[in-house]
């Protein structure tokens, strides 16, 4: 699950072809920050793309899309969930959880074994959970 996580990370790095999730605005904060927009109407709303950048990834995990400026070594505890499916066997898929204030990360090794379902499932919920910060 590391090498899955760092070869996401790689991939993020090197500008590869790596797509996630436009999601809808529920704000339109008046600034350049919507990377798509279909409109300002009902009908067809505003919808926002993922930071899909290393940094981007960094600010997700940790609330700041740089390292330290004082030196400190930037870690990021990384959690392993084992028990999902024992807490609830009849869902179908749980997402990682992010503790940026203090650079904590849960994966849910159940729904994340393989490299594809590793990238899946971690780009939706990086995708989805940029609305959490306000860039």
Request: hydrophobic share 35%.
């Amino acid at each position: 699950m590391v090498d899955h996580f760092q070869d996401l990370l790689i991939s993020l790095e090197d500008d590869e072809q790596v797509t996630g999730y436009t999601e809808a605005l529920a704000w339109n904060d008046g600034q350049d920050s919507i990377a798509n927009t279909e409109g300002n109407d009902k009908e067809t709303g505003s919808y926002q793309s993922p930071d899909l950048t290393l940094a981007g990834a960094l600010g997700w995990l940790t609330g700041q899309k740089h390292v330290p400026i004082n030196e400190d070594n930037l870690k990021i505890h990384v959690d392993f969930d084992h028990d999902c499916m024992t807490r609830n066997n009849l869902h179908t898929v749980c997402f990682p959880v992010v503790g940026a204030c203090v650079r904590n990360v849960t994966l849910p090794v159940e729904h994340m074994k393989t490299s594809d379902d590793f990238k899946r499932v971690f780009l939706i919920a990086f995708s989805k959970g940029q609305s959490f910060g306000n860039r």
